[in-house]
């Protein structure tokens, strides 16, 4: 099967940098797109960035100026940086990847998610 391990959660100060990592692992025969979801408390889940296995990259537009994201193909793992965070930026982060896999069963896999808090 595949696997999405997420890395780099924690609790900052407003203004303050992450750096969110996930390796995508197992029976996989390429990664297509790659992107971060984000789901705070009471909303819904919604897009974060994302980014093709040719380096195409889309950014929701309240992070477009702050965060970035980028990946490692030779290491199937997607990155975001995020800088100037603030306190709404507070959610659990989920990482998304289209997986061809070894075993018929492509599509879209997640990750278990890491918790960012943004507070002082």
């Known amino acids: 099967q595949v696997q999405l391990v997420e890395s780099g959660g924690g609790l900052v100060q407003p203004g303050g940098s992450l750096r969110l990592s996930c390796a995508a692992s197992?029976?996989?025969?390429?990664?297509?797109?790659m992107g971060w979801y984000r789901q705070a408390p009471g909303k819904e889940r919604e897009l974060v960035a994302s980014?093709?296995?040719?380096?195409?990259?889309n950014l929701g537009d309240s992070v477009k100026d702050r965060f970035r994201i980028s990946r490692d193909n030779s290491k199937n793992t997607v990155y975001l940086q995020m800088n100037r965070l603030e306190p709404v930026d507070t959610a659990v982060y989920y990482c998304?990847?289209?997986?061809?896999?070894?075993?018929?069963?492509?599509?879209?896999?997640w990750g278990q998610g890491t918790r960012v808090t943004v507070s002082s």
């Open positions: 998304n990847a289209y997986v061809i896999n070894k075993d018929s069963a492509s599509g879209y896999y």
């Open positions: 980014i093709t296995s040719g380096g195409s990259t």
């Open positions: 197992g029976r996989i025969v390429s990664v297509n797109s």
